[in-house]
């Protein structure tokens, strides 16, 4: 099963701490090695939150300035849906190897998350912008 709380990479495992965020010095290299935090922070359930939470505000912006298809219904369907559940990424799995657009994958689990968001999630926004 994947972990999706946790940064996932072989030098994690290798030179993480569980403590704390560590320096190290190593072949005169500086290495800073990522501790519990960081690999949280990293993880792939915290970027995608990441991008729920700026289709929210995207959203919340869009309706503010007067875009009338943004209602409160579908925003408050996203602001219950933030955090990524482990389905989810069983979704967004397979969508993007139909896809293979990574931002989409995620627009469409969230839509099947948040039905009353559908059509609306990252409307007016480009793939850079999350």
């Known amino acids: 099963m994947?972990?999706?709380d946790e940064y996932q990479t072989p030098l994690a495992s290798r030179y993480a701490s569980n403590s704390s965020s560590v320096i190290l010095v190593y072949n005169n290299l500086l290495t800073w090695c990522l501790g519990v935090?960081?690999?949280k922070i990293f993880s792939s359930r915290e970027?995608?939150?990441t991008w729920r939470k700026l289709w929210l505000w995207l959203a919340e912006a869009e309706k503010e300035v007067?875009?009338?298809q943004i209602t409160d219904k579908a925003i408050e369907?996203?602001?219950k849906n933030l955090v990524?559940?482990?389905e989810a990424f069983q979704v967004i799995a397979a969508e993007e190897r139909i896809r293979r657009h990574d931002v989409m994958s995620h627009v469409f689990a969230l839509e099947k998350d948040a039905p009353d968001a559908?059509?609306?999630i990252h409307i007016g926004a480009t793939s850079c912008y999350g």
């Open 2 to 4: 994947l972990n999706y």
């Open 37 to 39: 935090e960081m690999k």
């Open 47 to 49: 970027r995608a939150t």
């Open 66 to 68: 007067g875009l009338t």
């Open 77 to 79: 369907a996203i602001r």
């Open 84 to 86: 990524v559940s482990d």
């Open 118 to 120: 559908a059509g609306l």
